[in-house]
């Protein structure tokens, strides 16, 4: 839970880990995600729009680690470029809960179906 909450430190004694991790509120990725290398992935927030790397990329998981990870840019004017991709904390926008909910995660999520589009 959010440490600026202006609420009461003691709530978080009230919501178990294993429910806080299964929750899937909007804004936010999956609490875990299993992620191989040649798997395809998408960018969730803007970590650096000048670069082309801002939401919506399309990527290529090269190399897996802990706290980084390493794709390979599939869409726009950077294709083909390897870029790293840190843990960030991201805060849910969601108002369904009476606690505002962050974590520390990759800011990525994985695509089930890619589609390119080529019009000549």
């Not at 798997?39 to 970590?47: G, M, S, T, W």
């Not at 009476?98 to 994985?110: A, E, G, S």
């Amino acid at each position: 839970m959010s440490e600026d909450d202006g609420m009461d430190r003691s709530i978080t004694n009230w919501y178990p880990n294993k429910y806080l991790n299964s929750l899937d509120p909007n804004g936010l990725s999956h609490f875990k995600l299993e992620l191989k290398v040649g798997y395809p992935i998408i960018l969730l927030k803007n970590i650096a729009p000048k670069d082309g790397f801002c939401n919506g990329t399309r990527m290529m998981v090269v190399r897996c680690d802990s706290r980084i990870i390493e794709v390979k840019i599939l869409t726009g004017e950077q294709f083909g470029k390897l870029v790293f991709i840190p843990r960030i904390s991201l805060s849910s926008s969601s108002s369904d809960f009476p606690f505002n909910m962050t974590r520390r995660q990759f800011p990525v999520r994985l695509v089930y179906a890619l589609t390119i589009n080529k019009s000549q």
